[in-house]
């Protein structure tokens, strides 16, 4: 499992990239859960600004 902090071009190109499992929004912050193609399963956690943080989980 590697943890990534990211911005939001990255963010933005990994959610276009993958298919969307599921995404929750909170005030503070989104949580994104998807499968990328080349990367696996992504946990994708983005802040008001549009950053945030990468997970990349092991299948």
């Known amino acids: ?3 990534l ?5 990255l963010i933005s190109d990994l959610k276009d ?3 969307l499992i599921g995404e929750m929004r909170l005030p503070a912050f989104t ?3 998807a499968r990328h193609p080349t990367l696996g399963k992504l ?5 008001p600004d ?3 943080a990468v997970v990349e989980a092991n299948e």
Not at 43 to 47: F, H, L, N, Y
């Open 1 to 3: 499992m590697r943890l």
């Open 5 to 9: 902090e990211a911005e939001a071009a």
């Open 17 to 19: 990239e993958s298919e």
């Open 31 to 33: 949580v994104v859960t």
């Open 43 to 47: 946990v994708i956690v983005i802040g």
């Open 50 to 52: 549009g950053t945030g």
